[in-house]
Structures are given as C-alpha cells and as structure tokens.
C-alpha cells in the first residue's frame, strides 16, 4: 500500500493520500471468500464515507476476488497489469508472476480468460529463486515470452533488478500499471486537487483488535513498509 502512495505521489504531489494496512484480518489467504469480500467491501465503505474520491487497491485478494462494489468512484487494482501486459505483447507470449498467498490460480485464470484481445499468458508462482533464476525458470515455460508481469506485489520487490537483467524482455509490475490507470481517470474526471502550493500527506492506518468491525490506529509509512 505505501508503494503505491508512493506511485501515486511522483505524478500526483498535491493529493492527500490515505494507506490502510489490513492487519488485523491478515492474512487473507486463511479466510473464507465471503469473509474477504465483506472485509474488502467495509474497508472501501469507510475510506468513502471519509470523502475518498478514488481507491487503489494494491491487494492481490481485493483486486481479483473481492472488488468491493463502488458506485461513482474511481477504482483500479493489479488487473490493470494483465491489461498493459497484454497490450504491450499484441498476442505475443505473458508470463506472469504471482503469489499463490495473495490470489489463487482458478481465479486469475478467470479473469485472463474475461480479458477483451485474450493472448497468451503463463501462470508461474513466485519461488525462492533469484531474478537470473526466475528469467531462466519463465524461459523455460515460455521460450517466446515478449513480457514479464510481475503480478502480485511480492512476486518481486525490487522491479528494477528485475528489469536490469530482462535484456529486450519488457517487464509490467502491476502496481505501477494500476496506478497510472487511477491517475489517468483522476486526470480524466478532472478530479485532482487544489491546494494551491500545499504539497499533499500521506497518511498510513493499520486495523487492529479483532476481525469484526473495523479500528484503526496510525502508523508512520516507515512502519507500514517494514
């Protein structure tokens, strides 16, 4: 989430930024699909009723499995990966790196398949090998790969060495990709802020108590992060 803020920040510098850390009810992937739904479904709720104007989710869970349903509001997730991967390949060869811990195969086989242009895309599951292992492990499935999305925000933390060693290889984080979307229809809707030269704040929220009903206390980006 704070990753995201920090996207979020470099295009836009005067808008206020909330990040709210989901700890409490972490970790998702030992939750039913209802109960993640609901959760997904009142955090949203509330960012909204505080007069949130648009939401990034940066959760493998809420992108694919649990959108929570906003009427009105901006809201873009890492399936916005997939389509600037697909996009940029032009029915060339996707691999895409996940993690099974922040959304299951079935369900991003799904939404490959519901993806308007289809191509082809390989699923492979975030291992514990290094950038020049992963490179040779996604060329092995997919010796004519023309794009590597990094799908998940824990498939691989550090974008950059990744992109260093691709070579011709484009690499697409999904992160990256759903935040220009969000800025784009900020821009778009002509919804950014006017703070004249006030930069904007980011403010960082964990939950915590128990998995009902939803408290929050605030913690520093740094803490967020770490």
Request: hydrophobic share 45%; with cysteine.
């Amino acid at each position: 989430g704070v990753r995201g803020a920090e996207l979020l920040r470099a295009q836009l510098p005067k808008e206020d930024l909330v990040v709210v850390a989901d700890h409490a009810f972490a970790p998702y992937a030992k939750r039913r699909p209802d109960q993640i739904a609901q959760r997904v479904q009142d955090l949203a709720a509330g960012l909204l009723d505080e007069g949130s104007k648009a939401l990034l989710l940066a959760s493998g869970f809420a992108s694919f499995e649990a959108r929570p349903e906003t009427e009105g509001i901006t809201l873009r997730g890492l399936e916005c990966g997939l389509r600037a991967a697909l996009a940029e390949a032009q029915g060339r060869p996707v691999v895409a790196v996940f993690s099974s811990a922040e959304v299951k195969p079935m369900v991003l086989a799904k939404t490959i398949r519901t993806l308007r242009g289809g191509g082809s895309v390989t699923l492979i599951e975030r291992g514990e090998d290094t950038v020049t292992e992963l490179l040779a492990r996604l060329r092995g499935h997919a010796p004519e790969v023309a794009v590597l999305l990094l799908l998940t925000p824990s498939a691989y933390a550090d974008t950059e060495a990744v992109r260093a060693e691709a070579g011709a290889l484009v690499v697409i984080d999904a992160l990256e990709a759903a935040a220009d979307f969000l800025i784009h229809d900020i821009r778009r809707h002509q919804l950014l802020a006017h703070h004249g030269e006030r930069s904007g704040r980011i403010t960082a929220y964990a939950t915590r108590g128990g998995t009902t009903g939803i408290t929050r206390e605030p913690l520093s980006t740094a803490s967020v992060a770490a």
